[in-house]
C-alpha cells in the first residue's frame, strides 16, 4: 500500500498507511512486554508460594516432590515436567497441531532458569503465620495474573497452562474451571509420588490446597476483570479486528 489511503471521493490521505504502521507496531511491542510482565509474574508467584513455607503450588507440587526424589534442584525438575506437559498437549492436539506448540520447550527451559534465579532473589525470612499468609496470597496472586496475561497474548502458553488450554478447548469448558480439576489431580498423583518415593508429604500445606482449589477460579476472575482491556492493549479494539 502507497504512504497515503483513498477516501471514498478519491481524495489521498496522506499518512494514514504510515500511522497504521506505527499503531501495529505499538500493538507488537506491548503484546510482546506483557507476554514478559505475566512471565515474570508467573515465576515470582510460584518462587514466592515456595518461600510462604506453608507449602508448595498446586503448579509445582509433582517437580517438586519428583526434585526432592532425584536431588536435582526446583528449577530443573520445573524445566523436565513442562516438557512432558508439551508432549501430552502434542498428543491431544494431534489432529490439529500447530509447530508453535514446540516453543513450549523452549519456554519449559526459560521457567526453570526464572525458578531457579528468582528462588535465590526472594530469598526471605518470615517468622510469623500472617506473615506467611501473606506471602502466599501475594504469590497465588502473581500467579494468577501472570497466567491471565501469558495465556491472553496468545503467543507460548506455559507449559501446564498450554495443556490445560488444550484439555478445555477438547471438552468446551473455560480455562479457569479445567485448571481447578488439572491442579486438583496434580495434587494426588504428587501426594502418590512424594509418599512412594519420600516416604513423607513433603513440601505440601496450605498453599498446595488453596492453589489447588481457588488458582483456577482467581484466573477466571483476573480474566473477567483486566482480560478485555488487555487484549484491547495488545490487539486493539474487539469492532476494529472485526
Known sequence: MDAATYEENGTAVPGTAARSDNVHARRIFARIGIYLAGLVLLATGIVLQTASGLGVAALTCFATAAALAANVSLGTMVAATYIIYVGVQAWICRHHFRPKMLLELVFSVVM???????????????????ERFLIMCAGLAGTAVGVAMVVGMDIVP?????????????????????????????VVASLILSWACLGSLAGFGLTTVISALSLGRIINLVDRLVGR????VAFGPAEAQG
Open 112 to 130: 526453570g532458569v526464572l525458578v531457579n534465579g528468582l528462588t535465590s532473589i526472594l530469598a526471605v525470612a518470615l517468622s510469623t503465620f500472617l
Open 229 to 232: 482491556l488487555l487484549h484491547e
Open 158 to 186: 506455559n507449559a501446564p497452562d498450554g495443556l490445560v488450554q488444550a484439555i478445555a478447548e477438547s471438552v468446551g469448558k473455560r480455562f479457569g474451571s479445567v485448571k481447578v480439576v488439572f491442579d486438583s489431580a496434580h
